[in-house]
């Protein structure tokens, strides 16, 4: 009798030995709307979320390698609603409101230390004039460059009249055109003007601008900041 229960006993051994608990667990699906993408170390880079059709829907992370969040953008099947970024600090640097998948509303920009740097409409995607930016001190920058114009009869020497338009500083960082502001917005149809070395625009004329009945001429400048956002401006000149 003490034999068979030892040998019970044994048998009882063994089989708890053998026993495997992620046989008899419910196997765990992996999500087939959620990706992410990692780092060398093992650490997660990035968490998509998408639909059934493969496009971004619902929020999208991208983070540092400490596993700070850096980016977060909202998608509804595909289409942007919003985007944010941050610092590695924590801190909100730049927030962009959508509107059907293009840029719509108040772009704000913020310094490392959470004081507003900036302030920018877009407006179906497009950035309007009004921009506003501040100094980390929080004081407002007042001054930007002047447009200015430059006329220049060659006609003797090559049969060109030329019109030189350009920003008073740093004008390779201006583009220009022709046309007059439209709420504060670059028409669709407005000419963009030619660029010459230094980065000023030409208009090229074959004749004197009264030639044309060119009295005024309307110049839109587009200028990037040192903040890295939009300058617009516009300026008429009496020819």
């Known amino acids: ?40 170390d093992g650490k997660v880079k990035a968490e998509i979320h998408i639909d059934n059709l493969k496009r971004f829907h619902g929020e ?3 983070f540092y390698p400490d596993g ?3 980016t977060l953008v909202t998608y509804d099947h595909g289409v942007t609603l919003n985007s944010k970024q941050y610092y590695e600090n924590g801190k909100l640097e730049m927030e962009f409101p959508y509107k059907e998948g293009k840029k ?30 501040y100094k980390e001190s929080g004081k407002e920058v007042t001054a930007y460059p002047s447009l200015k114009i430059e006329q220049i009869n060659q006609l003797s020497n090559n049969g060109k009249y ?13 583009t ?9 917005l670059i028409p ?9 070395k230094g980065g000023k625009g030409r208009i090229v004329l074959n004749a004197i601008p009264s030639h044309y009945n060119m009295k005024k001429l309307n110049i839109i400048g587009r200028f990037k900041t040192g903040y890295g956002s939009i300058y617009i ?7």
């Open 104 to 133: 719509h509303g108040k772009r704000s920009k913020y310094w490392e230390s959470g004081k507003i740097k900036s302030v920018l409409e877009y407006r179906n995607g497009e950035p309007i004039a009004g921009l506003k930016e």
């Open 176 to 184: 220009y055109y022709i046309g007059e502001l439209q709420n504060g």
């Open 233 to 239: 401006t516009e300026a008429t000149f009496n020819l």
């Open 60 to 62: 999208v992370k991208k």
């Open 1 to 40: 009798m003490k034999n068979l229960l030892k040998i019970s006993l044994l048998l009882f051994v063994l089989s708890s030995c053998n026993f495997k608990p992620e046989e008899s667990a419910k196997k765990v699906e992996k999500d087939p709307y959620t990706e992410y993408q990692y780092y060398t």
């Open 162 to 174: 030329y019109i030189d338009v350009y920003f008073s500083s740093n004008p390779q960082k201006g």
């Open 188 to 196: 669709a149809d407005a000419e963009k003007i030619n660029s010459i």
């Open 68 to 70: 700070k969040l850096k």
